[in-house]
């Protein structure tokens, strides 16, 4: 048998079982359809992840954001609370020992002058 | 060039050109999946699917019809990869039960002609499909089957000789008749 008879023996025979293919324009359109679905579900979670980074970073910077207005917050409230008030250099004042007022029991005070001076 | 109905992802590949390649594409399909007509349309679509989306570029290296045949030969390969395991445990189960099932072209002149072609190894089945019946040249072939020029010609003499064989008594018998 020659080349072209055997090339013809199996073109029956292929043909016999390829059959009709589908219609072009219907495999076309699942086509289409399955790719705009895969695309849509690509940004869908495309977006999902952006959102999930999002919310991650925001978290993540959150407690440490929220610990320093807290502390300013408790500075300011406390300062502001405040009655009394020591400068930084009370604390190196010798203590108090005598009063220099303690030995004098009477002032004299007197408006009455005396050749120009007061008494 | 980009042709006026080009595919966006692909500007070398219009709808025109693969609707015209279909009825071939889909043969080629079928023999990747045993002829089942559901799977092959399914291969189909997903080539469309993989052109659509730009996965599979097509940049005028080689013609259309190559390219396309390529595409479905991967898609058929990594799918069947992938259930080779399931389907050889289905195999085994089924040979358990009973004969495997006599296929639908087993008639006449054409059974000799099948047994003579799945008697191939694969690739001698491959590029003798590709060569005699879906019209590519063995340098189209061997690039669709992902194989060297030199390997593909192999295959081919080979596949060649052994049908012109086997299909040899069916001339006889013919003759004969």
Known sequence: MNEDQVRQRLKDAYQAADGKPPS???????????????????????????????IGITLGLWPEQQAELTDE?????????STSWS???????????????????FLNESTNSQEGSLL | MREHDALDNNPHISRQ??????????????SRCGYDDAT???????????????????????????FMFGVVQNLARSRFRRQNTRLRIIDAYAAE?????????????????????????????????????RDMTIEEASTVMGV?????????????KSLAKRLADLNTKESMQ
């Open chain 1, 73 to 81: 917050f408790l500075i300011a409230d406390s300062l502001l609370n």
């Open chain 2, 148 to 160: 060297t020029v030199g390997t593909g010609r192999v295959h081919y003499d080979r596949a060649k």
């Open chain 2, 17 to 30: 050109a693969l609707e015209a390649l279909h009825g071939q594409l889909f043969g080629w399909a079928l």
């Open chain 1, 87 to 105: 400068a930084p250099s009370d604390s190196l004042m010798p203590e108090h020992q005598f009063d220099i007022y303690q030995g004098i029991h």
């Open chain 2, 40 to 66: 092959a349309e399914d291969l189909m679509q997903q080539a469309y699917v993989e052109v659509l989306s730009g996965k599979a570029r097509f940049e005028n290296r080689s013609t259309l019809k190559t």
């Open chain 2, 97 to 133: 039960q009973d004969d495997v099932a006599a296929p639908e072209k087993e008639y006449g002149n054409l059974k000799i002609v099948w047994d003579a072609v799945e008697s191939l190894p694969q690739r001698q089945r491959d590029i003798t499909e590709l060569v005699f019946i």
């Open chain 1, 24 to 54: 072009f324009d219907e495999v076309w359109a699942a086509a289409e359809v399955q790719h705009g679905l895969s695309r849509r579900r690509f940004r869908t979670i495309g977006g999902i992840a952006a959102a999930v980074a999002v």
